[in-house]
């Protein structure tokens, strides 16, 4: 599979138009329940975005090309915006947006993450992910387990066979274990070992 020819460019742009957004939801959300949700200035968004993307461009054609690889799958838009917001804390794929609030040296991890999710959304036509997940992993304490065990297992394995960095896949790890889904899923990959689920995943198409 030549999936280096379907790479697409990943645009950092800042998401003004969602921030309004949840700028609005915030203003309904009382003071005390605010903690952690900061809003940044636009103008300090815009400027981590050329540190996040030099970051990026380091580890962007080798991650993009794997993660197509592993998973014998290509990316359908020949461009992804990442909407980087300053009044949102977390990060999602769909639209992709990252919170400015992001560690420069967490991003490319947390990128990689969204981006899977991104490539299993793409091929939604071609492979129904719901059915397969409840198949794949009935031992998933909620959703957000079943969701996160393959996306776990393909990054596990960028980072031990691409990257050669078996601290960062620790540090995710580790960052991941606030949150019960996050640390189920990883708990799954570790008892069943994340080539074995990957392997099995492709045998649905």
């Known amino acids: 599979m ?17 921030d309004m957004a949840f700028k609005a939801l915030l203003e309904k959300i009382p003071e005390n ?10 103008e300090d968004v815009e400027k981590k975005i050329p540190l996040y993307l030099e970051e990026w461009k380091k580890e962007e054609q080798v991650i993009l090309g794997a993660m197509c690889e592993i998973l014998g799958l290509s990316f ?17 794929s769909n639209p992709l947006v990252i919170s400015s609030k992001c560690p420069v ?3 490319v991890d947390l990128l990689t993450h969204e981006l899977l999710h991104v490539l299993l959304i793409d091929n939604n036509k ?15 304490i909620d959703r957000t387990s079943r ?6 297992a393909v990054h596990k394995e960028i980072y031990l066979t691409i990257l050669n960095s078996p601290e ?8 991941h274990k606030k949150w019960k889904g996050y640390e189920d899923a990883w708990n ?9 689920i990957i392997n099995e995943f492709k045998t649905h198409y």
């Open 168 to 175: 960062r896949l620790a540090r995710n790890i580790e960052k």
């Open 105 to 107: 040296h967490f991003f």
């Open 76 to 92: 359908y838009p020949k461009n992804i915006e990442v909407y980087i917001c300053g009044a949102h804390k977390k990060a999602f």
């Open 33 to 42: 329940e605010k903690v952690g949700q900061e809003i940044e200035d636009s």
């Open 188 to 196: 799954i990959v570790e008892k069943r070992g994340h080539a074995n």
């Open 126 to 140: 071609k492979i129904d992910v719901v059915p397969i997940f409840k198949e794949m992993f009935p031992e998933a």
């Open 2 to 18: 030549d999936s280096q020819n379907k790479l697409p460019e990943i645009r950092l742009v800042y998401g003004w138009h969602l």
């Open 147 to 152: 969701n996160h065990v393959l996306v776990h």
